[in-house]
């Protein structure tokens, strides 16, 4: 972790040195090249041995900094479009045991507790269904309702209706903090 | 951004289905995907560019931990539907912002600004607020039950649509 490579970028007028593996952490949240020997070329870009970079990546893997790798789906393309987010306002007593219940549902893809805004937004759970027909996000909703007895639960649900930006993480800092196009 | 569904052959749903996680990490990583699916490195990459030229595919590669991996933040901000593409587009000039979508709500743009660490999530917030001149409401996640968007693709309800 000692090699530091002069990609300097500004931030706040503070130049910033980013060693090997934050050039990586930058690299490989623009993905992989699409080559027969991908790592080989990240490792190139970053002053890096093949073998260094695979191994910082299986690290990454156990220490769940990277939680999956493999193909990113843009569901939307897919037509994958009825994308519902579900906001409850559960009693914060019940608001895990809630949470991890539809977290076990497999139409629930995301499911998080957040904190509450008051007085505009009194919402603390929130899950997304993404189905192919509003229709029928509509209905898994009701049958999770009346599975898991919440119809006395307030809630809202969001349709999404546009996507105006869809990327990956980019929270490495990077020689300038602009992102790829979406 | 439509449906491109029908475009996708057998292969290509194969490869969807096995590598939306667990990519190998070996020295040909498309040649070891070849051989499982029966074809060849040169078919695998040819489809991978394919699908990500078509927007299918975001890009191959890590989902970083939002939480270990720097500082994120869901905010939402209520503007006047007839103005929501200009506010949408001056949220998206703002370093860090990696989701802004639309949603049918009062509160009815919905982003996620990202940041190497709080301070500097923050102090971009604050400047966006200024800047949009409305108040943003910041929801920041307390407890995660189930994040993951690599959820099988439900082939056959898509044949119907």
């Given at each position: 972790?000692?090699?530091?490579?002069?990609?300097?970028?500004?931030?706040?007028?503070?130049?910033?040195?980013?060693?090997?593996?934050?050039?990586?952490?930058?690299?490989?949240?623009?993905?992989?090249?699409?080559?027969?020997?991908?790592?080989?070329?990240?490792?190139?870009?970053?002053?890096?041995?093949?073998?260094?970079?695979?191994?910082?990546?299986?690290?990454?893997?156990?220490?769940?900094?990277?939680?999956?790798?493999?193909?990113?789906?843009?569901?939307?393309?897919?037509?994958?479009?009825?994308?519902?987010?579900?906001?409850?306002?559960?009693?914060?007593?019940?608001?895990?045991?809630?949470?991890?219940?539809?977290?076990?549902?497999?139409?629930?893809?995301?499911?998080?507790?957040?904190?509450?805004?008051?007085?505009?937004?009194?919402?603390?759970?929130?899950?997304?269904?993404?189905?192919?027909?509003?229709?029928?996000?509509?209905?898994?909703?009701?049958?999770?309702?009346?599975?898991?007895?919440?119809?006395?639960?307030?809630?809202?649900?969001l349709f999404s209706q546009h996507a105006y930006r869809q990327c990956g993480g980019r929270y490495a800092r990077r020689k300038s903090d602009e992102?790829?196009?979406? | 951004?439509?449906?491109?569904?029908?475009?996708?052959?057998?292969?290509?749903?194969?490869?969807?289905?096995?590598?939306?996680?667990?990519?190998?990490?070996?020295?040909?990583?498309?040649?070891?995907?070849?051989?499982?699916?029966?074809?060849?490195?040169?078919?695998?990459?040819?489809?991978?560019?394919?699908?990500?030229?078509?927007?299918?595919?975001?890009?191959?590669?890590?989902?970083?931990?939002?939480?270990?991996?720097?500082?994120?933040?869901?905010?939402?901000?209520?503007?006047?539907?007839?103005?929501?593409?200009?506010?949408?587009?001056?949220?998206?000039?703002?370093?860090?912002?990696?989701?802004?979508?639309?949603?049918?709500?009062?509160?009815?743009?919905?982003?996620?600004?990202?940041?190497?660490?709080?301070?500097?999530?923050?102090?971009?917030?604050?400047?966006?607020?200024?800047?949009?001149d409305r108040k943003i409401l910041r929801l920041p996640m307390l407890e995660s039950f189930h994040i993951d968007l690599a959820f099988k693709i439900?082939?056959?309800?898509?044949?119907?649509?």
């Amino acid at each position: 972790m000692t090699t530091t490579t002069p990609l300097a970028s500004v931030n706040g007028g503070q130049p910033i040195e980013l060693n090997a593996h934050s050039q990586l952490r930058v690299l490989l949240e623009q993905g992989l090249p699409l080559t027969p020997r991908p790592w080989q070329i990240l490792a190139e870009q970053c002053g890096l041995e093949e073998a260094e970079v695979m191994a910082c990546v299986k690290r990454w893997q156990e220490e769940s900094l990277i939680k999956r790798l493999g193909l990113v789906v843009r569901h939307r393309s897919l037509g994958i479009d009825a994308n519902a987010m579900v906001v409850w306002n559960v009693p914060d007593e019940q608001v895990s045991r809630v949470g991890r219940a539809l977290a076990e549902e497999s139409v629930v893809t995301l499911c998080y507790r957040r904190a509450r805004c008051p007085p505009d937004w009194p919402f603390n759970l929130f899950c997304m269904i993404h189905g192919v027909r509003r229709e029928q996000v509509l209905e898994q909703l009701e049958a999770l309702v009346h599975r898991h007895g919440l119809a006395e639960i307030e809630r809202q649900v969001l349709f999404s209706q546009h996507a105006y930006r869809q990327c990956g993480g980019r929270y490495a800092r990077r020689k300038s903090d602009e992102h790829a196009g979406a | 951004m439509h449906c491109h569904y029908h475009d996708l052959d057998s292969l290509d749903r194969r490869l969807i289905d096995c590598y939306q996680r667990d990519l190998p990490v070996c020295s040909r990583p498309f040649l070891a995907m070849a051989e499982h699916l029966n074809t060849t490195e040169e078919q695998v990459i040819k489809r991978l560019q394919r699908l990500q030229a078509m927007s299918v595919l975001s890009r191959v590669g890590p989902v970083f931990d939002h939480a270990l991996a720097g500082a994120s933040l869901l905010a939402t901000v209520a503007v006047p539907d007839n103005q929501r593409d200009a506010f949408a587009e001056l949220i998206n000039q703002v370093p860090g912002v990696n989701h802004n979508y639309a949603r049918e709500h009062y509160y009815n743009l919905w982003f996620v600004m990202t940041a190497a660490d709080e301070s500097s999530l923050a102090a971009r917030l604050n400047q966006l607020e200024t800047m949009l001149d409305r108040k943003i409401l910041r929801l920041p996640m307390l407890e995660s039950f189930h994040i993951d968007l690599a959820f099988k693709i439900p082939w056959s309800e898509l044949e119907e649509v």
